[in-house]
């Protein structure tokens, strides 16, 4: 693998590194800095959406002809890669990343002629349907009903652990439309306006003190016939193309390395007594720098086929089980590196908004809120251990 940059692809660079330059303001890389999700607030990351979508950025992944910016895998690698240095704010990763390629793969000429637009320009804000209570690892248990009356889906249950469902205006959601010997038979792939009649969310605040997820209630909620994309009874199987999509889109290692190094600056610094004197901080770090070329060596491999529009397969299960495992390492590590200082937690949230100076250096600010907000990264889109039985069953044959 060559993976020197040719003439034409350090222009590029040139290119994006000035767009990053003009477009991200302090504000965006403040708020981005200090968030401890993966999830930007809706106000910095569609900011920074609708700045890629002028500049034709908008779907990295997606094919041109829905408005992909036909970037090759070198270039793809290099937007990633700038922007991780750059800390730009996340974009709804689940309008671009998630349901934006099940509806080009699936969805009708009309959907994707409503929809695809609005993602593009960030004037639709997505969240995910999936999990409920007593149906997460085990998804195809799931008891959301949709029945069919006329033109008209009528929903009734409950979705949980749904992030950013107070702030969405639209979910792509999996409902179950009939019943059968086998569960995923029975399941429908459908897009809500978070505005319908009969819907109420409810937050849930989680260990860091984040307001990220919310479960979500249905009561007698019509939902056009016309918004099931694809057909009924399939949703099983668009659901798991989006979650290779979601396992296994863009470069997880450059956003990691930039935190690793922001740990390794704050070992060196007077802040936290030079930890890096300790040689398990010292080895730990080294360690965790290995893995991380480890992974970006696997995601590159993987680009061509996500260039062309094609899902990653199981190869997003390595994906996802290794950047949840390094993160988690990553935030451990920050833990560790500032010590005592860890006890001094910032409760409130966005910590961007604070109006009042905080009692912990802001260097520090993020790491036990990233550290509490990372014990989900094995979690969510796929438990470790659901990983691991895919990579075992369709890759080793076991």
């Not at 949709?146 to 249950?157: E, H, M, Q, S």
């Not at 009969?198 to 860091?208: A, D, E, K, V």
Request: hydrophobic share 40%; charged share 25%.
């Amino acid at each position: 693998m060559d993976l020197s940059f040719n003439a034409e692809e350090r222009a590029f660079q040139s290119e994006v590194r000035g767009f990053i330059a003009k477009n991200l303001t302090e504000e965006m890389k403040r708020a981005t800095a200090l968030t401890p999700s993966v999830f930007s607030d809706p106000d910095i990351g569609m900011a920074w959406q609708r700045a890629l979508h002028r500049q034709g950025w908008g779907a990295p992944g997606w094919p041109v002809e829905h408005g992909g910016p036909a970037w090759t895998p070198a270039q793809r690698w290099i937007f990633e890669t700038e922007s991780a240095r750059a800390g730009v704010p996340n974009v709804n990763v689940m309008g671009v990343k998630m349901v934006g390629p099940v509806i080009i793969g699936f969805g009708s000429p009309e959907q994707k002629n409503f929809y695809l637009p609005r993602i593009l320009s960030g004037e639709d804000y997505w969240c995910q349907g999936y999990s409920e209570p007593g149906s997460g690892s085990d998804l195809s248990s799931l008891k959301t009903r949709a029945v069919r009356d006329g033109d008209d889906y009528i929903i009734n249950g409950t979705k949980i652990w749904t992030t950013h469902a107070h702030h969405a205006n639209r979910m792509f959601a999996l409902v179950r439309t009939s019943d059968g010997p086998r569960q995923q038979d029975g399941i429908s792939f459908i897009l809500i306006d978070m505005k319908t009649p009969g819907i109420t969310t409810r937050p849930i605040l989680t260990i860091g003190g984040d307001h990220e997820v919310n479960q979500v209630f249905f009561d007698d909620v019509h939902v056009p016939v016309a918004n099931r994309v694809g057909e009924e009874g399939k949703g099983w199987t668009y659901g798991k193309y989006l979650l290779e999509f979601e396992r296994g889109s863009g470069i997880a290692s450059a956003k990691l390395r930039e935190g690793l190094k922001a740990i390794s600056d704050l070992a060196e610094s007077d802040l936290t007594g030079r930890a890096i004197d300790s040689p398990d901080i010292a080895a730990r770090i080294s360690e965790v720098e290995v893995d991380i070329d480890a992974l970006e060596m696997t995601e590159l491999r993987v680009l061509s086929a996500l260039q062309t529009g094609q899902n990653p397969g199981a190869v997003s299960s390595i994906l996802k089980l290794r950047n949840s495992e390094i993160r988690q390492a990553v935030t451990r590590l920050g833990v560790d590196v500032i010590g005592h200082d860890a006890l001094a937690v910032e409760p409130m949230r966005p910590l961007y908004k604070l109006n009042h100076e905080p009692a912990t250096p802001e260097e520090m600010l993020t790491m036990v809120p990233e550290y509490l907000n990372g014990r989900a990264y094995t979690i969510f889109g796929g438990t470790s251990e659901i990983q691991r039985d895919i990579i075992a069953k369709t890759m080793l044959g076991i």
